[in-house]
Each structure stands twice: as C-alpha cells, then as structure tokens.
Nanobody
Framework: QVQLVESGGGLVQAGGSLRLSCAAS????????MGWYRQAPGKERELVAI???????NYADSVKGRFTISGDNAKNTVYLQMNSLKAEDTAVYYC???????????WGQGTQVTVSS
C-alpha cells in the first residue's frame, strides 16, 4: 500500500506563490510517475502537472510557464511550485502516484488552494 500526504495549500492573493508538497510512504516498488491534479467546484478533476521516474515533465497548458513540478526520489516527495497564481487556479489539489506491476493509482486526500482576486 502507498499513502500520499499533501501539504502547502492555503489562501493567497492573485499574483502570489505557493508550494505544494506530497510525500509518499509505504513499501511498494514500480512507481512510474507522480503528479498533481486539481478539481474546482462543479468541474471535473484535471491534470495539472506530472513527472515520470526518468524526470520527464508535462503540464497543462493553463499552467505552463507558471507552475513547476519537481521530485526528490530520496525523500519520495514531489513538489509543485505555483507562481503568478490566478483566481482560476482555485481548486482542491490532489497528489497522484502511478505504479506498474500491477498497475495502480494512489491519491492523496487533497489540499485546498484559494486565490483571491
């Protein structure tokens, strides 16, 4: 089993910055990627950013140039640095970890990010 614990959400003014952290624990091999998703009220959950085990990153178009995902393999932790935040970034942000053999997805409990305009 894998547990994901997120931290770093909060309230920030538009134009400000926040950094989210997600620590993975548990004895499971075969992690292939970690990422961040978000879900705003009344909307579906969407991918924000993902980083694979070889360091490849991918971002939603809406956050390119403003958000940066990074990982620390030694700490089993992934970070999301969010700059130039906008009101439309307001959502619950969820950490995700993908494993293979067998294929599995794990989710954190979510952390609220609120950007005031």
């Amino acid at each position: 089993q894998v547990q994901l614990v997120e931290s770093g959400g909060g309230l920030v003014q538009a134009g400000g910055s926040l950094r989210l952290s997600c620590a993975a624990s548990g004895s499971r091999f075969g992690r292939i990627a970690m990422g961040w998703y978000r879900q705003a009220p009344g909307k579906e959950r969407e991918l924000v950013a993902i980083i694979t085990s070889d360091g490849t990153t991918n971002y939603a178009d809406s956050v390119k140039g403003r958000f940066t995902i990074s990982g620390d393999n030694a700490k089993n932790t992934v970070y999301l640095q969010m700059n130039s935040l906008k009101a439309e970034d307001t959502a619950v942000y969820y950490c995700n970890a993908r494993y293979t053999l067998p294929t599995s997805n794990y989710w954190g409990q979510g952390t609220q990010v609120t950007v005031s305009s």
